[in-house]
């Protein structure tokens, strides 16, 4: 089984073949930073132009490095939400055009499944486990009990993760994207010197919160003598940051442990990329004598093979979607969640 699988919901242009013994055939990324780079964010409207701009040349090249025509895709999938509409609308529109010419079944894929069934492309983890999800959109803990069946045990009351080390970032000075900024900055910074707070840490259940945490850094930066920072400033700052967030979510991780049994602890997402974080989560795990399970780095953060991935999980569960499948710009992963609550979902 094989499958072509499209990612444009937010600011990287994805696509991949995959087959269903997780060989990724081919894949291409372009990824939209130095367009967004002047705003120090992503703007929606640039993104979705740069998607409509790349898409098709994206599709030739991950078909012809797979070696493959169209006739031999068993499926085309595209992410269809959460996401950044307008380019979700232009994965969507692409996807569905294939397979309506060449007479493939489309999947409508949730991006949030991308992310949370990437363990079993590059593992072949087994149902249930657990999943730590921190990415830019999103901060939760969930089951996962098959494809389709999420449980949500925990989620950010306010910022994704991945949100506040961007904002931090941006707040430091250290440009975009954040993340990967704050983590090198951070590695050159004494994390003693800012004693940021905690979040959530010893509170019931397994919610995040991370808004608070970039307040108190904003004020840490207030007290500092007026002008701009030193780099030694920046980066105890930003290890200061960090490891309130590893902190913070290493006691919401620990407490769901405590209380479930299946087969792995998983981590997916844009965040799962930190060294500072995977370590803690690392020594969580064994000590909850679980095997722990992180994808490399580059099927972290947005990519088409996740995507092509839960298209084959899916197809291999007997589904796909109508052609006339509308793009969810809000779409949680599990049915009952509350709509007021997480950030994106
Ligand atoms: P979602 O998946 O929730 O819809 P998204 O697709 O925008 O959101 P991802 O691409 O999965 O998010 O992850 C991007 C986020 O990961 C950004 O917020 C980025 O700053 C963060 N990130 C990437 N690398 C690192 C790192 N090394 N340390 C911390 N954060 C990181
Ligand atoms: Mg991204
Ligand atoms: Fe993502």
């Known amino acids: ?177 954040g993340g990967p900024a704050v983590q090198a900055a951070a590695e050159r910074g004494d994390a003693r010197r800012f004693p940021f707070p905690r979040p959530m840490k010893g509170r019931p259940g397994c919610d995040f919160s991370f808004s608070g945490l970039k307040t108190s850094v904003r004020q840490m930066v207030e007290t500092l003598p007026p002008g701009p920072l030193s780099e030694q400033d920046k980066a105890d700052l930003a290890a200061g940051f960090q490891a309130a967030v590893v902190d913070s979510i290493a006691d919401r991780v620990k407490r769901a442990l405590a209380g479930f049994r299946g087969t792995a602890f998983v981590v997916a997402g844009g965040v799962a990329a930190n060294s500072a974080l995977r370590e803690k989560l690392q020594a969580l795990a064994a000590q909850a004598g679980l095997p722990f399970v992180a994808p490399p780095l580059r099927l972290c953060t947005d990519n088409a093979a996740m995507i092509a991935w839960a298209g084959i999980e899916r197809l291999k569960a007997g589904e796909s979607d109508p052609l006339d499948f509308r793009p969810r710009p809000r779409w949680p992963l599990d049915p009952d969640a509350p709509k007021s609550t997480g950030a994106g979902a």
Not at 46 to 74: C, F, K, N, P, Q
Not at 88 to 100: E, H
């Open 1 to 177: 089984m094989i499958v072509l699988g499209l990612e444009t919901s937010c600011d990287e242009t994805a696509a991949a073949v995959v087959d269903d013994s997780g060989l990724i055939l081919s894949e291409v990324v372009l990824s939209q930073f130095e367009e967004h780079r002047p705003y120090g964010g992503v703007v929606p409207e640039i993104a979705a132009r740069s998607h409509l701009d790349h898409i098709d040349r994206l599709v030739d090249e991950a078909m012809t490095r797979a070696g493959l025509s169209y006739d031999a895709l068993d499926a085309v999938a595209a992410t269809a939400g959460p996401g950044l509409i307008g380019g979700v609308i232009v994965g969507v529109m692409t996807a569905k055009a294939i397979a309506a010419v060449h007479g493939k079944p489309f999947l409508a894929v949730n991006h949030l499944e991308g992310h949370a069934l990437t363990a079993r492309l590059t593992d072949k983890v087994a149902f249930p486990y657990l999943l730590l999800l921190v990415s830019g959109g999103h901060c939760q803990i969930l089951a996962v009990e098959g494809v389709g069946r999420y449980r949500r045990l925990g989620t950010t009351i306010d910022d994704a993760a991945g949100e506040a080390f961007d904002k931090v970032a941006k707040m430091l000075g250290l440009g975009y994207p």
